[in-house]
């Protein structure tokens, strides 16, 4: 098993630029999320998605979006990318109460 | 704001000595979750107390909580170097068990 893959690892955009993160899990979870991290502000959640088909915003939602595309995989959308948005990126996925993470998205706006 | 703080926010000891960090959150939960972050790397978890238990182990790792005081403490013993790490808790809350909140963490250096 994979469990939650990302991609992709590092990505650089300039302002206004658009891009999509991608998340997919090999664990037959229900819920998925997107978070980011800055530092020392630990993870903040962008969106999670209780199962497939629902989405809803977590504590950040402004300036992006989600698709639910199945119930592996998630993605998350930067329709016009600002430099506030550089940080680190991670999905998760959780069958109950645990949540397995992706390496992560290191993403860059300049 | 966030949910759950971690206290300190950088701890520093010998290889072999005990490790002890605490997580304060606000509101009421139904679970509280500690997770390991090696740099560069995704978290990874390690141990999850509910609320109505008081005390868990797992190996080296002990966790209790304490609901009256709305707060939590992971304690490593006998450390090692590869406990290098930083160290986060998570909580839900009470009637929503699909959202997690983390702290900023505590980020632990054992030197050897």
């Known amino acids: 098993n994979a469990g939650v893959t990302q991609t992709p690892k590092f990505q650089v955009l300039k302002t206004g630029q658009s891009m999509t993160l991608q998340c997919a899990q090999d664990m037959n979870h229900n819920s998925m999320y997107w978070y980011r991290q800055d530092p020392g502000m630990g993870l903040r959640l962008i969106y999670y998605?209780?199962?497939?088909?629902?989405?809803d915003k977590g504590e950040v939602p402004n300036g992006y979006n989600v698709s639910r595309l199945n119930k592996r995989e998630f993605s998350l959308r930067l329709e016009s990318a600002a430099p506030s948005q550089t940080s680190v990126y991670f999905c998760?996925?959780?069958?109950?109460?645990?949540?397995?993470f992706g390496p992560g998205t290191r993403l860059t706006v300049l | 704001s966030q949910q759950g703080e971690e206290d300190p926010q950088a701890l520093s000891i010998q290889e072999g000595e005990n490790a002890t960090m605490n997580c304060s959150y606000k509101?009421?939960?139904?679970?509280l979750q500690w997770y390991r972050q090696n740099s560069g790397r995704g978290l990874v978890h390690l141990i999850l107390?509910?609320?109505?238990?008081r005390e868990k182990h797992s190996g080296r790792l002990r966790v209790t909580l304490d609901t009256s005081k709305k707060s939590s403490s992971l304690l490593i013993t006998a450390s090692r170097a590869a406990d290098t790490a930083s160290y986060f808790c998570?909580?839900?809350?009470?009637?929503?068990?699909?959202?997690?909140?983390f702290g900023s963490g505590t980020k632990l250096n054992v030197k050897p």
């Open positions: 998605s209780a199962s497939e088909g629902t989405t």
């Open positions: 509101t009421s939960i139904n679970n």
């Open positions: 107390i509910r609320s109505n238990e």
């Open positions: 998760a996925s959780a069958g109950t109460d645990t949540q397995y």
């Open positions: 998570a909580t839900d809350r009470l009637n929503n068990f699909n959202k997690f909140y």
